[in-house]
């Protein structure tokens, strides 16, 4: 099985060479979309691949590993994932293994704003988050990107 630091690298590597690549078909995008879509668009397809490989990759299934030392002390919410999902079963699985994180860290989120909002008295406004609520499929366009990276370097180098 491959190593976190192996994962990252891949990962970045692809990244870089997105990257490249829509600098050199930036104008061709905008014959396609006008305004500033195409680079918000790309900038939340890189934050969704991102964040799938720092955060949210398929082996949150497992009970040690780099994403979770990369939630600090709320890896611990990842506990109960781990103990429910057998390591390269349903997570591994492209798209299903992304919907089943994003269902759980929904439900997660959920329980801890209801538990927050008695004590805080906070309520969450989506459009605080600006211009990456125009474009939410384009985030998980990027995880969903991050996460077939990583099944098919599991793949490639795996055991």
Same mark, same amino acid.
């Given at each position: ?9 891949i ?5 870089v060479?997105a ?19 195409p ?9 969704g ?19 979770? #030392?990369n939630?600090?002390?709320l890896g611990?919410?990842?506990r ?5 999902? #057998?390591?390269r079963?349903l ?10 994180r994003?269902?759980y860290?929904?439900?997660v ?6 538990l ?13 988050v600006?211009w ?7 985030l998980?366009?990027g ?7 990583h ?6 180098f795996?055991?």
């Amino acid at each position: 099985m491959p190593s976190g630091r192996t994962h990252r690298r891949i990962a970045w590597s692809i990244l870089v060479a997105a990257g490249v690549a829509y600098v050199f078909l930036r104008s061709r995008l905008n014959e396609f979309v006008s305004g500033d879509a195409p680079f918000e668009l790309a900038v939340l397809v890189a934050l969704g691949f991102v964040g799938g490989t720092v955060l949210l990759p398929p082996d949150l299934d497992l009970r040690r590993n780099d994403a979770l #030392r990369n939630w600090g002390l709320l890896g611990i919410l990842w506990r109960p994932y781990a103990a429910v999902f #057998r390591h390269r079963g349903l997570s591994h699985i492209p798209i299903i293994g992304t919907a089943t994180r994003a269902a759980y860290l929904a439900l997660v989120a959920v329980a801890l704003a209801a538990l927050a909002r008695p004590v805080l008295d906070v309520v969450i406004d989506p459009s605080s988050v600006g211009w990456m609520t125009r474009h939410p499929l384009a985030l998980l366009v990027g995880w969903v990107a991050a996460d077939w990276v990583h099944i098919r370097t599991d793949s490639a180098f795996g055991s």
